[in-house]
């Protein structure tokens, strides 16, 4: 199960005007707890006016190698969002030295390493969990491939700069760096503009052979991963083979399809070996249910995004409000996200421990 640990900031490194790196220290007998595979995330939380927040954020730093010990740092990438309560705290008020609240790390949108050659398209913050997939790839698998396609709005809003150049200056037989600015032009590269679908469908077989890619990582905002997905699937790439992570939903991005609730209904949860039946309340989320009876239930973004509330489904049946975590295999096996199901059935069993 997931749990929090205080951890203390060592390190906050300014990467854009609006984007900031912090690096946790991690003491010894909490490396094992805090060993990750790349690409996946950490959440944080802090008490706000008596309020519990929390943000998940991916880990950029490389995964540690499975023979040795579990990482002495972890390092996260914050980017600010208008009226973000969490990311505000982060650029203006974390200094080296506090401690924050950690949970261990959770995700899976990850690759283990493995000969083969590799591919990301990411925009704006979605390098974060891409440049420890890359970092750790190269680093693993002399027999690796990895090309990058990253788009960010202008030269200096770009998160990462110096550790993506110093990774293709480490593996440039290797490592395929494209980059694509949408609101400014490069002296050299591709023009200015936004990946969209059709100008992936057209760029990515000149870039490289589409057909031999092992694995497909897309992530950042909605709108690109939506659309390199249907660029890749238009070039004839097989849905496993495409990894989604999604940044920066909107609000009111996939409403829900209208079911009929149950007049009554209860739910029954197994979290941490332990189970419990209770009522769900008019509205409640199953996720909110469980957390008024047992507060240790594993969430982060509440958004239907993160998949840190990921359950399985052991009987009855659920609606989702939406679905930004979740990969169709894991849906047709039975995996739900609790944060955004309500019962349709009136007796629905859930096991957070699969």
Known sequence: MARFHPLPVAAVDRLTDDSVA?????PPELREEYRHSPGQHLALRRLADGTEIRR?????????????????????????????????YALKEITVGDELE???????????????LYAAIVGGSGITPVLSIASTLLAREPEARFCLIRSDRTAASTMFLEEVADLKDRYPQRLQLVTVLSREEQQAGLPSGRLDRERLTALLPA??????????????????????????????????????????????????????????????????????????????????????????APYACKGGVCGTCRAFLVAGEVRMDRNFALEAEETEAGYVLACQSHPVTEKVELDFDR
């Open 207 to 296: 870039l490289l052979p589409v057909d031999q890619v092992a694995g497909w990582f897309l992530c950042g905002p909605l709108g690109l991963v939506q659309g390199a997905e249907k660029a890749l699937r238009e070039l004839g790439v097989n849905r496993a083979h495409i990894h989604e992570e999604i940044f920066h939903v909107d609000a009111g991005a996939a409403p829900a399809t209208a079911v009929p609730a149950p007049a009554h209904s209860t739910v029954t949860a197994r979290l941490d070996g332990r189970g419990g039946t209770w009522p769900v309340q008019d509205g409640e989320s199953l996720l909110e249910t469980v957390l008024r009876n047992r507060p240790d």
């Open 102 to 116: 950690v949970m261990t790390p959770a995700g899976r949108f990850t690759l283990e390493p493995a000969p083969g």
């Open 22 to 26: 912090l690096t946790f220290t991690v």
């Open 56 to 88: 998940t954020y991916s880990i950029c730093s490389p995964a540690p190698d499975p023979a040795g010990e579990g990482p002495g740092t972890l390092r996260v990438g914050v980017r600010l969002v208008e009226g973000g309560a969490f990311s505000t």
